[in-house]
C-alpha cells in the first residue's frame, strides 16, 4: 500500500514543442509544474487544444517533454511504465478478444500464467459489473460497456496511477453520468491514483480532489485548485454551480480563477450601481 501523502508523479519547468522539419515548432506546453500524491484524483481541465492530452501522454512516458522533468516515484520517468495505465478517449479494445481475453491481454503479454491473474481478471470484472458478459466480444457491447472493458483492464493489473484521456466525450449525457459515478465508485474502492482529462467543467468538478485548470498558448497552468469539499459530489449545490460559472470565464478568458472571482464580483457591483 502507497502512502497517501507520498507524491507519486511530479513535474518541474515541463515544455513540450513540436518540430517542423529543421524550423522550431509550435510550443505546446511551457514551465508546466505539480506534484500528485498517491490517492489523488486528480482532472486536468482546459479547451480542447489546450495542450491537456500532450500533458496526459508525457505523464504516461508515451510523449518526452521539450525540457524540464517528469518523476515517478522520485525517479525520473524514461517512456512507458507497467505501474501506470492508460484509458484513451477511444476504448482501443482488441476486436479478436472477448471481455475476458481483453482484460486479461496485460498479463498475456508479460507471459504469466492463466492460474497467477485469473482472480486479478476475475475481481476486475466485478468490479465494472460485466460478469455476464465476459465471453462477448467488442461488437456486442454497447459503447458505455466498452468503456467499462478498457478502465478494467487497466485497473486489473493494479496500476499505481491510472490516466483517462476523456473517455466519456462520445457519450451522450446518462450514461455519461453513470460512468462518471461508476468512476468515482472504483477510485474510492481501489485508492487507485487517477488522473483524468477533460474539457467538461461540470465532469473535472464532479470527479475530481483537484483541480488544474490549463489555459493559454502555448498552455500553463492557471489554476490548481483543492475541491475535496462534499459540496462538490453534487452537481446542484449552489457552491458547485459558483465553480462552474468562475471556471467557465476563466477558461473562456484565459485567465486565473482568482481573476474570473473578481471580474464576477466587478460585474456585480457594476449591475448594482446602473440599478
Not at 524550423?23 to 505546446?28: E, L
Not at 492530452?53 to 525540457?67: A, E, H, N, R
Not at 499505481?160 to 474502492?189: G, N, T, Y
Request: a positive charge; aromatic letters at 8%; glycine letters at 8%.
Amino acid at each position: 500500500m502507497i502512502a497517501r501523502e507520498q507524491v507519486i508523479l511530479s513535474g518541474h519547468n515541463l515544455s513540450k514543442s513540436f518540430s517542423k522539419g529543421q524550423k522550431q515548432g509550435t510550443a505546446v506546453l511551457a514551465n508546466i509544474n505539480f506534484d500528485i500524491y498517491a490517492g489523488d484524483f486528480v482532472t486536468i481541465l482546459g479547451q480542447s487544444g489546450g495542450g491537456k492530452s500532450t500533458l496526459l501522454k508525457i505523464l504516461g512516458g508515451f510523449l518526452s517533454p521539450t525540457s524540464g522533468t517528469i518523476s515517478f516515484h522520485g525517479q525520473p520517468l524514461k517512456g512507458i511504465d507497467p505501474k501506470i495505465g492508460m484509458v484513451f478517449q477511444e476504448n482501443n479494445l482488441y476486436p479478436w478478444l472477448n471481455v475476458e481475453q481483453n482484460i486479461a491481454f496485460g498479463f498475456k503479454i508479460r507471459g504469466e500464467k492463466l492460474r497467477s491473474y485469473i482472480q486479478k481478471v476475475n475481481a476486475a470484472i466485478a468490479q465494472v459489473s460485466l460478469s455476464h458478459a465476459r465471453k462477448l466480444y467488442p461488437h456486442q457491447l454497447s459503447g458505455g460497456m466498452k468503456q467499462r472493458v478498457a478502465i478494467a483492464r487497466s485497473i486489473a493489473v493494479q496500476p499505481d496511477v491510472l490516466l483517462l484521456d476523456e473517455p466519456f466525450s462520445a457519450l451522450d449525457i446518462q450514461l455519461r453520468r453513470r460512468l462518471q459515478d461508476f468512476l468515482l465508485s472504483i477510485w474510492e474502492q481501489t485508492s487507485t491514483t487517477m488522473v483524468l482529462v477533460t474539457h467538461n467543467i461540470e465532469e473535472a468538478i464532479l470527479l475530481g480532489q483537484k483541480l488544474i485548470v490549463i489555459g493559454g498558448q502555448p498552455g500553463k497552468i492557471l489554476e490548481s485548485i483543492d475541491i475535496s469539499a462534499s459540496c462538490f459530489r453534487h452537481r446542484y449545490h449552489p457552491e458547485f454551480i459558483q465553480l462552474e460559472q468562475y471556471l467557465e470565464a476563466a477558461i473562456e478568458k484565459d485567465i486565473t480563477f482568482r481573476e474570473a472571482q473578481r471580474t464576477a464580483r466587478e460585474l456585480k457591483i457594476l449591475k448594482a450601481s446602473n440599478n
